[in-house]
């Protein structure tokens, strides 16, 4: 059975930075595309970044985070510097995609990001 544990999530000042982590477990995950997603209070859930062979990253944090993995450990992580209240959100691992920004099948349960101004 494959699960998605995220974890690195917490509170956090403006400008500061936090590094999620998606542990995958009942699968190996190398070289397919892993995601990043988040989703706010009262809003859509919506995509932030994907890793395949290439990178891939919403507009709205282009520059400001960053994707890697570590195939060795089936991890996914995500970087995030100069965080802004709007990233406040949960923001979901999820992996096996029909595209790079839709179409997961596997979902963490999501870790919680609060950035204070």
């Known amino acids: 059975q494959v699960q998605l544990v995220e974890s690195g999530g917490g509170l956090v000042q403006a400008g500061g930075s936090l590094r999620l982590s998606c542990a995958a477990s009942?699968?190996?995950?190398?070289?397919?595309?892993m995601g990043w997603f988040r989703q706010a209070p009262g809003k859509e859930r919506e995509f932030v970044s994907a890793i395949s062979g290439n990178t891939y990253y919403a507009d709205s944090v282009k520059a400001r985070f960053t994707i890697s993995r570590a195939d060795a450990k089936n991890t996914v992580y995500l970087q995030m510097n100069s965080l802004k209240p709007d990233d406040t959100a949960v923001y979901y691992c999820?992996?096996?995609?029909?595209?790079?920004?839709?179409?997961?099948?596997?979902w963490g349960q999501g870790t919680q990001v609060t950035v204070s101004s």
């Open positions: 009942g699968h190996t995950f190398y070289s397919e595309t």
């Open positions: 999820a992996a096996r995609p029909d595209t790079i920004t839709s179409g997961y099948k596997y």
